[in-house]
């Protein structure tokens, strides 16, 4: 009887369903926070602000060029006169820029500091959203969601060369100027009009913002470093900095890059922006661009990043002061910067082209993402997925720097599912060896499987004739010929198609008709196998 | 849920609304967790699943409070594209954090039955475990789950008895 089948079924469900504790004490806080960010950005691309999730940063890195001198503050930026603070708040406005590249009706809109959505770009196309951080001499602007019509072609963030390339901000006459490593002007900024209304943006934000109390203070000098430390320079600080306590399954980190770039990850997902140490030590860090993941068990580090005001070495640990002078955190040395790939490397959504293309090429004097090198794509075959081969064992990925994986072996555990999770997608990896197998040396890779985090991101995951994340049943068949079709299901597919290489199965998982999955290896692991 | 760009002109939720908002959170995340872990298989996922339905619920709040405010929640949930989250494909297989601390008999069979259970759901397809969980395990009415997915009353039908059928199959219990 089919009704002692659900009776029988819903009996089984109670007693096995987990008890879920959900954290609920920063839904509204959170919520808010996206309000604020969506306020502006009505037609937005779709990637903007799901769950901040990787993929927010994936977009976010795409356009995110590197400052052209980083962190480090060289002479001519030493050279210019400190704006004082209470000069500072002069910044909020409603701002024309005029700027090489750019068009005559664009305005740059800075209302409180260090807020989501503080900055935002009026263009003709719409509105892109970012944050900005001032010092005595250092500007650093990060933006984040961008109108779908100001969209690269490639779906990366809008070029903005004047504002990516501003590293610093001087006042002139009643306007300000913005100012590049070279000491060059990239854009003036001037009270003149304002921009034409956009039907996706709230009324309001048309208008010139009104500093408040709330954006003078954060426009203040952060109060000194407590007695004890010492400033920490931009040279100090650059490289891989991880929480200092027992180390996290979910491997939270943060990256200070030399180029002035900054990536990070509360363990599940990613943020980024710009930083810069200005001549008094302050520390210059826009608000990030993803948010924490409210159930993550990780640690709040972009968060806290975002939060300090300055920065100190003590006994080799990074010391994050906030604005006050209180300590909120101290990171240990997880190693140099240059043994990761650089941002633009592993948050390239998709290749980009070698030579600059012209808008991206006005006004920058140095180097800016489209010139940055693509990914080298994994190459996905009988072997395995790039540098994730079967067979491999977990230590010698976990030594292996173009892996990176993401976790960490549980000793006992002989089965180990491991996963990298970079903005777009992530790569899993199935570990098996008999029960008792020491897992750092005895497990191997029994499968590796590629997902999209979102069903047509393209990652550079490369299977034949092109066929990646993304590519159509048909594209899949034409590459893969002799294959079969199954309904079998995944979270991420509707159905399967099965293929092989050599004596190695690979198999694409098809949400829609975009592949969502590509899995080398044994789909079928026994759980006993398991232990 | 594409009323994502709908309503953000919104200014605040006022803040007795808040508080209406934080009671109703405080009573219902447990069940959606539990629609959320049906639907998902994933601890952790489901509490971040829950998570972002609330916000959801939060933003709508004016909306979702004016008729019923745990079926504005559910609804929400059910519709988040699960496969656009931290898929883990087989995590299913091993999720040594559920396991318990100590090798009690009970804890370990009741982890190897969700174990089952779970497997069973994910070999859904996801339109019929989604109308599967809410028809048969959340006993919605067919007319709810229509709703509630969007989808129209027949496939509702349709696809629950089929569902079921497979759900069944998948847990050796046919015959039965």
Known sequence: MSDDF??????????????????????????????????????VAAVAVLGGSAWTAGAFWAGQPSASMGGTP?????????????????????????????GPGTFLRLAGPGAMSGLEVWRACGVIDGSWAVGPTRFVASTYTSAAGCMEPDGSMPSIPWLYSATAYQPD???????????????????????????????SEAQAPVADDAARSLLSDAAPLPTGLRAATAAEVVGLWVPSGAPLA?????ELAGDGTWRGSDGCNGAGGRWAVDVDGQFVIPTGGAMTAMGCDGAPLPELITTARRLAIDNGQLVLVDREGQAIARLAWGGPASVLPTAAETFQATPVPATPTATSTVGVPTTSPTTAPAQAAWQVSGAGIGPIRLGRTLKELADDPAVRLNTSATPGAPCLARFLMTPGYQISVEFAGAPGTDPGNGAVVASVSALALDGTSAIPVIGRSGVALGSSAAEVETAYPGGTWTSATTYSSDRTYVTSDGSVPITFGLAGDAVAEILVGRADIPVEFCG | VDDEHVDVLAIGVPVDATTDFELFMAESAP???????????????AEELTQQALMRTYLHWDRARATDPLAYARRTLANLRIDTWRVRRREVLVEPGLLPDEAVACGADRAADRDQLVRALAQLPRRTRQIVVLRYLEDLSERQVAEDLGVSLGTVKSTASRGLAQLRAALGEEGR
Not at chain 2, 36 to 45: E, F, S, T, Y
């Open chain 1, 74 to 102: 060289n002479d001519v930026i030493a050279s210019l006169a400190p704006v004082p603070a209470d000069q500072r708040v002069g910044l909020i406005g409603m701002w024309r820029v005029a700027a090489a590249g750019e």
């Open chain 1, 173 to 203: 006459g009643d306007g300000w100027d913005l100012i590049d490593a070279s000491g060059a002007i990239t854009a003036t900024l001037r009270h003149d009009g304002l921009p034409a209304p956009d039907p996706n943006v709230i009324a």
């Open chain 1, 6 to 43: 659900l009776r029988r079924l819903r009996e089984r469900v109670d007693a096995a369903a987990p008890e879920i504790p959900v954290e609920t004490a920063l839904v509204v806080p959170r919520a808010r926070r996206r309000r604020a960010l969506r306020r502006s950005v009505g037609a």
């Open chain 2, 31 to 45: 069940a959606l967790a539990r629609t959320a872990w049906l639907l998902c298989g994933d601890v952790r996922q």
């Open chain 1, 250 to 254: 979910t491997n939270p980190s943060i």
